[in-house]
């Protein structure tokens, strides 16, 4: 039996609300509609996308997480953390992080994302890049994406120190590594 347009948008939005993860696709299949009318009715309904439902869903668990700055000052967008520990941040490149002659990134955007995430795991107020020992390992190119993988090595609080380890991939070809140094506060 088919289900009234707002029967169905009421059952999409209790759907999504309990899976924010849920495609298009599978939310066609479970109601069998088109694509096409699910998302005629997020779009009725102000749902967002995808890719937004997750960012939104991130930025929320993160919030309170990352003490160190501002999520919005993290180059990249965070999809995991455990403070003091690790990080994984995800960077997608455009047309306005590359050099418009041969569409490669601009070294700064690789280097900021690895920075930032190293900076984000600190589990502290403050938390500054005092040395960093990098290396590309190969271009990045427009619409890559950078997942950059974050890991404390050592935390040494004689000297207030934090020894953060970055890797960065594109589809799991090693493109940037990263040994940063970080200060911290003494009050973390």
Known sequence: MR?????????????????PFITDDELAEKFQVSVQTIRLDRLELSIPELRER???VAEKRF?????????????????????????ISI???????????????RGHHVFAQANSLAVAVINDELAL????NIQFKRSVKLNERVIAK??????????????????????????FTGEFEMYRSKNG
């Open 150 to 175: 974050a890991k404390v090595t050592k935390i040494d609080e004689k000297v207030d120190r934090t020894f953060v380890e970055v890797t960065s991939f594109v589809n799991n070809e090693l493109v």
């Open 54 to 56: 997750i960012k939104t």
């Open 91 to 105: 960077f997608d490149v455009k047309e306005e992080h590359v050099f418009k002659r041969n569409k490669i990134a």
């Open 3 to 19: 289900r009234t347009k707002k029967e169905r948008q009421h059952l999409l939005t209790t759907t999504i609300k309990d899976n």
């Open 63 to 87: 919030e309170d997480e990352v003490r160190s700055l501002p999520l919005e000052e993290v180059i990249g967008e965070i999809i995991d953390i455990d403070l003091d520990q690790s990080a």
């Open 129 to 132: 890049t005092a040395k960093a």
